[in-house]
């Protein structure tokens, strides 16, 4: 298996413009999740997704986040507008069975927002 | 609060030595995991104990959980360069709906 396939890896925008990210989870993995990591504030779950069903999204900082699945080989993490305090590097995760049982992590995106 | 916590923040050692990092937790837990980061990748995972074991080997690697304590530690025996990383270590507590808590992670130098 490929493993987590998430894009693009690296993202450069200007503030106030969309940003959407992708991923893709390991085929036969029930559970996505979308976490973003800073110095400041560590790794952060954002929203996590169970059969394709947004389960827990009190992570999301602010109403300019959403995130979809429209199908279970497919995720989005968008932002609209970005801002500079959004850059971060963004991963996508899944996990086979139970939620906290182990976690499959994507290469990341490394998102700066100028 | 985070859930599990590191110590050291950061440990430098020589090749060959041992790498001892520790991770507390405040609530009761269902799992403890650890996780390893190379700069500019993501996290892979290393090891899962689950609250009803001790100690679990893999390699190089073997944790150790301590639940009166609240507590693991995550042994590197003979390092080597490669280990270069960081260890993350994430607590599944009970009622925690499926979500994994992370500490701050400890920062492994090893020095050729």
Redesign the interface.
Known sequence: DAGVIQSPRHEVTEMGQEVTLRCKPISGHDYLFWYRQTMMRGLELLIYFNNNVPIDDSGMPEDRFSAKMPNASFSTLKIQPSEPRDSAVYFCASSPGQGYDTQYFGPGTRLTVL | S?QGEEDPQALSIQEGENATMNCSYKTSI??L?W?RQNSG?????LI?IRSNEREKHSGRLRVTLDTSKKSSSLLITASRAADTASY?CAT?FED?????I????TKLIIKP
């Open positions: 985070q269902n799992n995991q996780y990748r993501g996290l892979v995972h899962l993350f599944a925690s709906n499926y979500q994994l992370w500490g701050a992670g």
